[in-house]
């Protein structure tokens, strides 16, 4: 198979076997083509050379596709926000057409879980989350009886844009007190800004020439108390967040995947203590939440890789 993860900025092309091996990848600057359809085009042409030089076109079974706002049921991207392509964009269909064989997308959530379900920690398992926290925002995905639950339109899982404040910070969403504003890089800014502006606390932090999580990081490494109550009100949020996703769903496991899981260590024993005051009692001790042990580099092309099975084989050629 041929998976793909399109982002903001580059989009890389991955050649995977059945066990989740990157044979071999390219990478496009996304940002380069504004056009959608040179877009495709220069996709189209990449895909088929890696695959010649990889096995051969005629061996290439199906591609995957993974992007911001994909929806799986649809094979479109769908007025995603950050994306220079606009309204809705029929990719899919679209690669389908150019190169002639079947083609799947989905959005970073659903081929994150499919890529924990084929290849990482959530293997066997039949019920359970998983949470990607990256840079931009929060998403997830569930399974349940082994099918990932997309929901009526395919937009099931927007775990990052439940409320968890009322009239809380404004979202991209457009709403108010979205989770991932507190939950994601900026969101962990922001508790650092507000913290240092709601007192005269001496600080490691007020001497920093920029405020980013790794520095935050580093403060709270040292011994900073207040980068260190910075990630503790991230883990006591996240933490609540989960419990309540938990108590709906009943999973067998939580998977935390994505960027941000590499400061786990900071927000954990927060996180678990609000997951664990706040679940229902009846599950509290049955739900593991643990984290992905696939390379962030390579989840999303791994998990494009798993959702081209999901495509109905179609070519051409054969």
């Not at 997830?140 to 409320?163: I, K, M, P, Q, R």
């Not at 900026?186 to 913290?195: D, F, V």
């Not at 240092?196 to 900073?224: F, H, K, M, W, Y």
């Amino acid at each position: 198979m041929i998976g793909i993860n399109i982002d903001i900025t580059s989009t890389t092309i991955a050649v995977v076997d059945l066990r989740g091996n990157i044979l071999a990848q390219d990478i496009i600057p996304t940002k380069d083509y504004p056009n959608v359809n040179n877009f495709i085009e220069v996709l189209s042409e990449r895909v088929i050379t890696l695959a010649e030089n990889n096995g051969g076109y005629e061996n290439l079974r199906s591609v995957g596709m993974c992007a911001p706002s994909a929806n799986y049921l649809t094979g479109c991207i769908e007025n995603a926000a950050n994306m220079p392509w606009k309204g809705i964009v029929p990719l899919a269909a679209m690669l389908r057409d150019s190169i002639g064989l079947a083609v799947a997308l989905g959005n970073d959530a659903h081929v994150t879980a499919l890529g924990e379900s084929a290849f990482g920690v959530a293997h066997g398992m039949e019920n359970f989350i998983v949470v990607t926290m990256t840079g931009s925002g929060l998403g997830s995905c569930f399974f349940s009886n082994g099918v990932a639950h997309l929901g009526y339109d395919g937009f099931a899982g927007e775990f990052g844009h439940t409320c968890v404040e009322d009239g809380g910070r404004l979202c991209t969403c457009g709403r108010r007190g979205c989770l991932e504003e507190y939950v994601s890089t900026r969101g962990i800014i922001q508790t650092a800004r507000e913290m240092l502006e709601a007192c005269n606390t001496p600080s490691a932090l007020r001497q920093l020439t920029e405020l980013t999580v790794e520095n935050i990081a580093a403060c709270a490494d040292q011994g900073d108390a207040m980068a260190k109550d910075v990630w503790k009100r991230t883990g006591e949020i996240l933490g609540r967040a989960l419990s309540n996703y938990a108590s709906v769903i009943n999973p067998e496991a939580i998977v935390l995947t994505g960027e941000l899981v590499e400061y786990a260590d900071k927000l954990w024993a927060a996180m678990e203590e609000a997951f664990l005051q706040n679940v229902f009692g009846n599950i509290r001790d049955k739900v593991k939440v643990v984290i992905s042990t696939i390379d962030n580099h390579e989840r999303n092309v791994l998990g494009a890789s798993a959702l081209a099975w999901k495509v109905k084989e179609y070519s051409l050629f054969k």
